[in-house]
Nanobody
Framework: QVQLVEVGGGLVQAGDSLSLSCAPS?????????LGWFRQVPGKEREFVAA????????YFADSVEGRCTISRDNAKTTAYLQINSLKREDTAVYYC????????????????WGQGTQVTVSS
């Protein structure tokens, strides 16, 4: 059922750094070209955060996090990572890892493999 698993959520302090990891099932991930991170606040639309091309390593970032965000994968291409520095209260959300067949897209509707999400709460 769960095709990707996110690890690293919790309560963090404003100004601190957030580190999340995503471990896709290689069987279900097979053939997917893009891995993305999204976040969502209850009652709001799911929001793009960052994405990486799984094979080339090319990265993409939302304006809201560009300059303070890193997305990466390990050398074996088994795990993806997301880091956001200088956290703000508005970074509070449920963070999701997702994958899609095609190239980069910031549209959550184009992704067809999803994790269960992990809650990140930024306190002041």
């Amino acid at each position: 059922q769960v095709q990707l698993v996110e690890v690293g959520g919790g309560l963090v302090q404003a100004g601190d750094s957030l580190s999340l990891s995503c471990a896709p099932s290689m069987r279900t991930f097979m053939g997917r070209r893009t891995l993305g991170w999204f976040r969502q606040v209850p009652g709001k639309e799911r929001e793009f955060v960052a994405a990486i091309n799984w094979y080339s390593g090319r990265t993409y970032f939302a304006d809201s996090v560009e300059g303070r965000c890193t997305i990466s994968r390990d050398n074996a291409k088994t795990t993806a990572y997301l880091q956001i520095n200088s956290l703000k209260r508005e970074d509070t959300a449920v963070y999701y890892c997702a994958a899609r067949l095609g190239d980069y897209s910031a549209n959550w509707a184009f992704y067809d493999y999803w994790g269960q999400g992990t809650q990140v709460t930024v306190s002041s």
